[in-house]
């Protein structure tokens, strides 16, 4: 089975520019989650879709971030315009339920760094 | 208070040792509870979880929950120097709902030679 795919896996810009990232989850699962990691800290979530739905988006900082799961499989983060503290690794994670229990596996990453 | 709290380490084990991981959290309507593993430069990777009160085996590894104490650990036995990680408790509320998974920040894990 495929894992969760990110691309790109990194990406330098100016602060200002405008940066996406795109996700493709494993197949099959409805939920697709984008989390920020900042150096030394662990990951937090931005939002969560199930199938093409927002479910949650209150860490999401909606002046600059935006994202999209319009056909309910993979998704895309946008950030514009980036900023330095923007600077992170952006983690896609995707999950299925099955009963009471989901597990959510992780995509590789898109390591920004914003200058 | 955090939501999921974890000593940021490191800590320092000698190989063949036994590597005790602590994480309290503060939402008392937790139901799941996980332990991933992050080596550096790379993404979370799924250890375990546990959802019932007591202890869980897998291999080398034991997870333990004690939701009266709010309190989750890991264990893990005969430490590798390849288990040499950052290792990430992360909380999910309850089972109803979409519920977000909460991270704390990570224990690092150094197993020496």
């Known amino acids: 089975e495929a894992g969760v795919a990110q691309s790109p896996r990194y990406k330098i810009i100016e602060k200002r520019q405008s940066v996406a990232f795109w996700c493709n989850p494993i197949?099959?699962?409805?939920?697709l989650y984008w989390y920020q990691q900042i150096l030394g800290q662990g990951p937090k979530l931005l939002i969560q879709?199930?199938?093409?739905?927002?479910?949650?988006d209150s860490q999401l900082p909606k002046d600059r971030f935006s994202a999209e799961r319009l056909k309910g499989v993979d998704s895309t983060l946008k950030i514009q315009p980036a900023k330095l503290e923007d600077s992170a690794v952006y983690l896609c994670a995707s999950s299925v339920r099955r009963g009471a229990q989901e597990t959510q596996y992780f995509g590789p990453g898109t390591r920004l760094l914003v200058l | 208070q955090k939501e999921v709290e974890q000593n940021s380490g490191p800590l320092s084990v000698p190989e063949g040792a036994i590597a005790s991981l602590n994480c309290t959290y503060s939402d008392r309507g937790s139901q799941s509870f996980f332990w991933y593993r992050q080596y550096s430069g790379k993404s979370p990777e799924l250890i375990m979880f546990?959802?019932?009160?007591g202890d869980k085996e897998d291999g080398r590894f034991t997870a333990q929950l004690n939701k009266a104490s709010q309190y989750v650990s890991l264990l893990i036995r005969d430490s590798q120097p390849s288990d040499s990680a950052t290792y990430l408790c992360a909380v999910r509320g309850p089972a109803t709902g979409f519920q977000k998974l909460v991270f704390g920040t990570g224990t690092r894990l150094l197993v020496s030679p």
């Open positions: 546990i959802y019932s009160n």
């Open positions: 197949s099959g699962h409805a939920t």
């Open positions: 879709f199930q199938n093409n739905g927002v479910v949650d």
